[in-house]
């Protein structure tokens, strides 16, 4: 299965900057494409690139705001920006761009390799980040269906029980009605050729308690006896 290469939006007005950033990014691998205005980018990141790598002097929006809309987004909040930048470069230019969701920041002229290196660590942070993702769902669906087990256990108890207290209750009305019309019952297994007789049977045909063996045959010698 052929691996499928990262997507990089990159966003630079500047067209000198831009193309040097691709190129390493090219050189690295990925997948670039690319936008020179906050509004570009905006749209662009709908279809959901794996990184984002944004300049913060842009010529229609700021690129902290690019970067405070894109994580207010649910379509694209996950997705890493790495901010990178030639003119603001002083250190609470970082903590702002930081604080506003940036994932990472970097200042002109940067090292290739840095530039590198920081992407392929905010990707690997994005698949960790989805990996947990995907193993929470898995988690709970798991979840859920124990809590069906468990409820359709419950019902099929309730059921039992409902039918167990109906099933005495009929055998406690049928024992009254038996006393009541001195009669008793019998059940004949007509595979095993076994009889069980109820004591108040035996009683109907004059037998003392327990004289019946319940053998098919010995009930007629005792009936028709020959």
Known sequence: ????????????????????LVRTLQLGGYKVIEASTGAEALRLAE???DLITLDVQLPDIHGFEVCRRLKANTKTAHIPILHISASHVEVEDRVQ??????DGYLIQPVNNAEVLATVQSLLRLRRAEREAHLKAEEAERAREEVVGL???L???IEQLRVAQATASEREERLRVA???AHSGTWDWNVQTGELIWSPEEEALYGFAPGAFTGDIEHWRSMVHPE
């Open 150 to 152: 468990n409820q359709r």
């Open 154 to 156: 419950k019902e099929t």
């Open 178 to 180: 038996q006393d009541a």
């Open 47 to 49: 279809h959901d690139p």
């Open 97 to 102: 761009g930081l604080k506003g969701g940036a």
């Open 1 to 20: 299965m052929v691996k499928q290469q990262p997507i990089i939006l990159c966003v630079d007005d500047n067209d000198a900057t831009r193309y040097s």
